[in-house]
């Protein structure tokens, strides 16, 4: 007669340990779509805020913020 290999599963016995505060936090989550919180819209743009022209005329700094574009189009500016 021949030996089987062990099955490829293991039994546990109770319940796995609780996940820590920390791990809670920081466990990754899975990637969803960016929506504005006030017209669930999906359009998406990116608003540089309070450049200025360096000595050479090209703006530059400024913040970079994500608005959302048809909050835009009806004249409101929601941050994303
Ligand atoms: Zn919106």
Do not use: Q, W
């Amino acid at each position: 007669m021949t030996e089987r290999p062990p099955p490829p599963f293991a039994v546990f016995d109770g319940l796995p340990p609780k996940d820590t505060r920390h791990e809670r936090l920081h466990k990754s989550k899975p990637p969803s779509l960016v929506r504005c919180r006030r017209c669930a819209g999906g359009s998406i743009v990116t608003v540089r805020m309070g450049m200025t022209y360096n000595p050479k005329g090209v703006p530059v700094g400024g913040v970079k913020a994500l608005v959302c574009a048809i909050c835009l189009a009806r004249g409101d500016h929601v941050l994303i």
